[in-house]
């Protein structure tokens, strides 16, 4: 019973690199869009809130359609990439991590922009007196203080990336090996005659795993509170 | 040493501003709160970008409308002690005091040891912000910003947030900052008592505008701004001299242009110059000198000015070689048949001259 299939430990190890691919993705442009949010005031600045959260609120096959249509052969940028790099990202598990990342983007993007609006304006320009240039007030001051927010982002991108099924199996399909993540993995299972008992170890598993991440971010953020607040 | 020229318009007000202030001394900037005290040292810091106007410290413009000239905070080299401390929550006081002292270029001359000393944090170095008291965190900001190196140190009521025991504790420290390191000091406040206790010269607010600008002692002499100073604690400042001290009864003389104020338990070296502040409420006066009298403190003098308003208490300004302010009733003025140019005997009781009052001032 406890013992999975080499086709299952595959779709497990799959979805832990598809899903840190899509926190690193997530996390830069994740970081500079929060701090966009939260800091500066321009024309569009509504507009740009309303993308950012879009993967919220629609359909993940809409995205996946999308995704397909942007990144499809034939797509425009999944024609400019195979033109110049030689690169296709359709149904590859790089597409997976893609799909993943925008789907975990505006969670990722949402906690990081909290934690940038409670860091208070007032200890940066008390830095910038002390002598402290713009870069420094921000890796010295700013990020410090915002990293359990970070921190929150990136387990929130981390779990939604694990669990993230429409837009994936709509833009990369049910690859075995490429792009059967575990939660693709198992709707194939449960779709397969005989294959509920390898559906019910794959949930097991699934369980675990966000269990396990769960507990590590509560930890993490307990000691990360410490040290912002002694 | 600072000179500025200032011009800023708000929702509410405008601001239009110009004062100097002499290297090694402390200048206030006096007013009720929300007169833009905060926004002018705001606008020194660099924190606040002025409309028109120019802040130069020596030679060095940091901030000049017509060229052009806006010197980003960092390259100000100021230091600012903020009414509301703002520690870095995340780093221990330590690396708080250190903080600035990383991007200070021009010499060490202000030492981490020396600032642990004199502010006496040396048990705090290991705590987080958020495990010290209001005077310990106040007493690390002002440390932050002098290992800073600063040219100038901007204080914005950094007694506000303390309460009234650990603000005389704190009070000689700044005294000291200007004394051990030689430093030139804007203090905004907006108490009359913390303003006389540690100003060499005051510039008086309201509005945004400049009500005054002098030395402490001639401000307090005028009867027509105790509409801005506050007429409770209205009363004249003399300079004083420490002459002598009276072991037996530990009474202390301070020589003063109009003779000596005699005043209980300031045991303080010769020769040092004290502000003492005598409150209009606790000068007497008599027609004749007083025999058999308690007071300790009597001088005679001609009344120069009376300021009345018409209401049941009438301001006198007395010069007794200085000029001294008494408050007394319009019943007492009427009875005394009194009036300018008349001579007048004044009396004040020694221990009504609050010991906490009594600022050391700038040595020359």
């Given at each position: 019973?406890?013992?999975?299939?080499?086709?299952?430990?595959?779709?497990?190890?799959?979805?832990?690199?598809?899903?840190?691919?899509?926190?690193?993705?997530?996390?830069?442009?994740?970081?500079?869009?929060?701090?966009?949010?939260?800091?500066?005031?321009?024309?569009?600045?509504?507009?740009?809130n309303?993308?950012?959260?879009?993967?919220?609120?629609?359909?993940?096959?809409?995205?996946?359609?999308?995704?397909?249509?942007?990144?499809?052969?034939?797509?425009?940028?999944?024609?400019?990439?195979y033109?110049?790099?030689?690169?296709?990202?359709?149904?590859?598990?790089?597409?997976?991590?893609?799909?993943?990342?925008?789907?975990?983007?505006?969670?990722?993007?949402?906690?990081?922009?909290?934690?940038?609006?409670?860091?208070?304006?007032?200890?940066?320009?008390?830095?910038?007196?002390?002598?402290?240039?713009?870069?420094?007030?921000?890796?010295?001051?700013?990020?410090?203080?915002i990293?359990?927010?970070?921190?929150?982002?990136?387990?929130?991108?981390f779990?939604?990336?694990?669990?993230?099924?429409?837009?994936?199996?709509?833009?990369?399909?049910?690859?075995?090996?490429?792009?059967?993540?575990?939660?693709?993995?198992?709707?194939?299972?449960?779709q397969?005659?005989?294959?509920?008992?390898?559906?019910?170890?794959l949930?097991?598993?699934?369980?675990?795993?966000a269990?396990?991440?769960?507990?590590?971010?509560?930890?993490?953020?307990?000691?990360?509170?410490?040290?912002?607040?002694? | 040493?600072?000179?500025?020229?200032?011009?800023?318009?708000?929702?509410?007000?405008?601001?239009?501003?110009?004062?100097?202030?002499?290297?090694?001394?402390?200048?206030?900037?006096?007013?009720?709160?929300?007169?833009?005290?905060?926004?002018i040292?705001?606008?020194?810091?660099?924190?606040?970008?002025?409309d028109?106007?120019?802040?130069?410290?020596?030679?060095?413009?940091?901030?000049?409308?017509?060229?052009?000239i806006?010197?980003?905070?960092?390259k100000?080299?100021?230091?600012?002690?903020?009414?509301?401390?703002?520690?870095?929550?995340?780093?221990?006081?330590?690396?708080?005091?250190?903080?600035?002292?990383?991007?200070?270029?021009?010499?060490?001359?202000?030492t981490?040891?020396?600032?642990?000393?004199?502010?006496?944090?040396?048990?705090?170095?290991?705590?987080?912000p958020?495990?010290?008291?209001?005077?310990?965190?106040q007493?690390?900001?002002?440390?932050?910003?002098?290992?800073?190196?600063?040219?100038?140190?901007?204080?914005?009521?950094?007694?506000?947030?303390?309460?009234?025991?650990?603000?005389?504790?704190?009070?000689?420290?700044?005294?000291?900052?200007?004394?051990?390191?030689?430093?030139?000091?804007?203090?905004?406040?907006?108490?009359?008592?913390?303003?006389?206790?540690?100003?060499?010269?005051?510039?008086l607010?309201?509005?945004?505008?400049?009500?005054?600008?002098?030395?402490?002692?001639?401000?307090?002499?005028?009867?027509?701004?105790?509409?801005?100073?506050?007429?409770?604690?209205?009363?004249?400042?003399?300079?004083?001299?420490?002459?002598?001290?009276?072991?037996?009864?530990?009474?202390?003389?301070?020589?003063?242009?109009?003779?000596?104020?005699?005043?209980?338990?300031?045991?303080?070296?010769?020769?040092?110059?004290?502000?003492?502040h005598?409150?209009?409420?606790d000068?007497?006066?008599?027609?004749?000198?007083?025999?058999g009298?308690?007071?300790?403190n009597?001088?005679?003098?001609t009344?120069?000015?009376?300021?009345?308003?018409?209401?049941?208490?009438?301001?006198?300004?007395?010069?007794?070689?200085?000029?001294?302010?008494?408050?007394?009733?319009?019943?007492?003025?009427?009875?005394?048949?009194?009036?300018?140019?008349?001579?007048?005997?004044?009396?004040?009781?020694?221990?009504?001259?609050?010991?906490?009052?009594?600022?050391?001032?700038?040595?020359?």
């Amino acid at each position: 019973m406890f013992n999975p299939t080499p086709t299952e430990l595959e779709a497990l190890s799959l979805s832990l690199k598809v899903a840190a691919w899509s926190v690193a993705i997530t996390l830069p442009f994740g970081l500079f869009t929060a701090w966009i949010l939260a800091r500066k005031r321009f024309y569009g600045h509504a507009l740009l809130n309303g993308i950012v959260y879009l993967p919220l609120v629609l359909p993940p096959v809409v995205i996946g359609f999308f995704l397909l249509a942007m990144f499809g052969r034939q797509g425009p940028a999944g024609a400019f990439l195979y033109d110049t790099l030689g690169i296709t990202v359709a149904f590859t598990w790089q597409g997976a991590a893609i799909a993943a990342a925008i789907m975990a983007f505006p969670l990722m993007v949402r906690a990081i922009r909290l934690s940038f609006e409670n860091v208070d304006p007032k200890l940066e320009a008390a830095a910038r007196t002390l002598g402290a240039s713009p870069l420094r007030v921000f890796y010295s001051i700013t990020l410090p203080l915002i990293s359990p927010g970070i921190l929150a982002g990136i387990i929130l991108a981390f779990a939604r990336s694990l669990g993230e099924f429409g837009a994936t199996i709509t833009f990369v399909s049910n690859i075995p090996g490429e792009t059967s993540t575990l939660p693709l993995a198992i709707f194939s299972l449960i779709q397969t005659p005989g294959g509920d008992a390898g559906a019910l170890r794959l949930v097991i598993l699934s369980i675990a795993l966000a269990l396990a991440a769960l507990l590590l971010s509560e930890y993490l953020a307990y000691k990360a509170k410490l040290k912002v607040e002694g | 040493m600072l000179e500025l020229n200032l011009t800023h318009r708000f929702q509410e007000f405008q601001i239009n501003l110009a004062f100097k202030a002499k290297q090694g001394s402390i200048t206030s900037l006096f007013g009720r709160s929300g007169t833009g005290k905060t926004s002018i040292i705001n606008m020194i810091a660099g924190i606040v970008t002025p409309d028109t106007g120019m802040i130069k410290v020596g030679e060095d413009v940091l901030f000049d409308s017509a060229k052009g000239i806006n010197l980003p905070p960092e390259k100000r080299k100021l230091g600012y002690v903020f009414q509301d401390c703002r520690l870095f929550p995340h780093l221990d006081v330590r690396r708080n005091l250190l903080y600035g002292s990383k991007a200070a270029q021009n010499g060490k001359k202000i030492t981490f040891d020396h600032v642990v000393d004199v502010l006496g944090v040396h048990t705090l170095l290991e705590r987080k912000p958020a495990n010290l008291s209001g005077g310990e965190k106040q007493r690390v900001a002002i440390g932050r910003a002098l290992l800073s190196q600063p040219r100038l140190l901007l204080m914005d009521e950094p007694l506000a947030s303390i309460d009234i025991q650990l603000r005389s504790e704190i009070l000689p420290y700044i005294e000291d900052l200007r004394d051990t390191f030689g430093l030139t000091v804007i203090y905004v406040s907006h108490s009359i008592d913390e303003v006389i206790r540690l100003s060499d010269k005051m510039v008086l607010i309201s509005n945004g505008i400049k009500q005054a600008e002098g030395n402490v002692e001639e401000i307090m002499s005028r009867l027509d701004l105790h509409s801005l100073t506050g007429r409770f604690n209205a009363g004249a400042v003399l300079s004083t001299t420490v002459e002598s001290y009276d072991v037996d009864y530990d009474l202390t003389g301070l020589a003063f242009k109009g003779g000596t104020l005699r005043v209980t338990g300031v045991n303080l070296t010769k020769g040092t110059s004290i502000r003492a502040h005598i409150l209009a409420r606790d000068v007497s006066l008599m027609l004749h000198r007083p025999v058999g009298t308690s007071i300790l403190n009597v001088f005679e003098g001609t009344i120069i000015e009376v300021a009345d308003e018409g209401g049941p208490q009438l301001d006198l300004k007395i010069d007794i070689g200085t000029p001294l302010i008494a408050r007394i009733t319009r019943k007492s003025f009427n009875d005394l048949d009194l009036a300018v140019s008349k001579n007048i005997f004044t009396m004040i009781k020694a221990v009504a001259i609050d010991r906490r009052s009594l600022g050391r001032s700038a040595l020359d």
